[in-house]
Structures are given as C-alpha cells and as structure tokens.
C-alpha cells in the first residue's frame, strides 16, 4: 500500500545499517536455499510480544507514542522452519512523526517510535533495503506503512496487542480455539471501535455458523464444555465459583440456540469489564 500523498513525514531520513554477528553471518551467508519471501516482524517492547508480521506493502496500525522493534525475517522455500534474519537498513521516509535507532544487531533489528504530532490520525511510510546477497534482488527493497491512530485514552483506540489480545479471549472463550488469520479484521475493529466493538465481535462471533452448528462437530464438545470455556475465558470462573442457578439458566439458554445473548450479557458484565479493564467509554 502506497502511502498518500498528503503525509506527515518523518525526521531527517534515518538509515539503519544492522549487521549481523559473526556468527550468524557465517551462518547466513552460506545458505544457499531460495527464498520465497519476506516479512517485517513487529514487537511490542513493553510486553515483548510479536503485534504483527506484515508483508511488503503492507499497513500495521499504531497508537501515537508506541514504542515497537521492527526486524526483518527472510522466509525459506519448502518446509523449512529456519529462522533467517537479513543484515537490512531500515529507513524513514517521512519527516517528522517517526523516529528509527538501531538496536539488536543479531537479527537486524530496529526499535521504532511513533512520535506525537498535531494530527495524530495518519499515515507513515517506512522503507527498507537488505544488504544481505542471498536474498533475491527482487525482494531486497520495498517499504511498509503504519496507520497511525491517537493513544489510548485520547479517543477510545486500544494498542494492536491489546486488541489482539481481547480477540484471543473471544475466540478461546466462544469457540474453544485460538484465533486464525480471519481474525485480523476483528482485531482491528477492536482496536479502532473500542468496547463497542468489542461486543459487537463477541456477538459476531457466537452468531457465526462455527458456533451454532460447526464446532459441535469436533469430539467431545457440548453445551456443557462451551458454557465452562466461556465463564473460564471470558469471566475468570471455574466451575467450583459458579452458582447453580446461575449455570441452569445460561445453560438453557445455550440449549434454546440462544449463545449470542450469553455472551452478550456476560461481555456487558460488570464482572468481564473489571477482569478486563475496559472502559465502557471508548469508542
């Protein structure tokens, strides 16, 4: 995705030579397989959890003032699962609203600053270029963008991992299983959409033909399991901390074909909301 025309660009351009060590180096530069392609790995720094792997072209989504570690990852053709980390120079090509320092030299990693700006709603462009010869010209350059949103708290938009991190517990708690590549347009509607969003994806979620008729095709599972999946994942419940009524009438509920009202009411809870930390104002 190309980024508009009309774009804040970032400080002076910032270029970023990441060497690797010798080690890896010795290591990298004898690989002699294909490459198929390459992706940008994005890490949350404070909590040291992978955000999102984007591909070239591809847009990720920041509040202002985060503070992630881009690095590139080179992917092998075949079945190999081996980790490859091209020496790349990552660089800025706004003027202002983005800072890039160097960081971890290993796996040609950058740290990344999404800095304040007057508008904080826009678009910023990051190229890159992999020195590295292994990787094929035609995948040695390109650039990514980052759709930059206001902080937490300004107007209601949740972080990437946070959002990432809520989905994770719709889809583990609805569907007893953990979120696929379809869920990424559910991420970002929590992450732009706040609370509401939120139930409006849990509904989503707990209306869709998975939960009403697919996943009682996997063994074993029964509006028991999926009522116990829901108070533990959405609630923080186990079954010992569950009332007998209260369990009797949900679990009717579930059998009357009524789950999208279950969930709703549960993510509307004061008790989800509080486990959560979710402020029924955002957007």
Known sequence: MKAPTRILLSAAVVALLLPLTARSVQ????????IDAVEIVVTDLETRREMERVDPDGTITLPEGAHVRIHMTAIPAGSSRRL???????????RTGVRITRSNEENAAADLDILPMRNPNRTQTVRYRITDTWVPASLRTGS??????????????????????LTRTLYEGILMREP???????????QRGGYEALVDAAVDLADSDESRIRIYEREGVCNQQRLLAIYKNLLGLSASQITRSRWDADLRRL????????????VRSERFRLRHEVDVLSR
């Open 27 to 34: 290591a990298q530069s004898s690989y002699r397989g294909n």
């Open 84 to 94: 490859l980390y091209p020496a790349t120079e990552f660089t800025d090509a706004t």
């Open 144 to 165: 990514f963008s980052i759709r930059v949103v206001p902080a937490s708290g300004q107007s209601g938009y949740w972080s990437s991992s946070r959002a990432r991190d």
């Open 180 to 190: 696929d590549t379809a869920a990424n347009g559910t991420i970002r509607s929590i």
């Open 255 to 266: 059998n009357s074909g009524d789950i999208a009202q279950v969930v709703e009411d549960i």
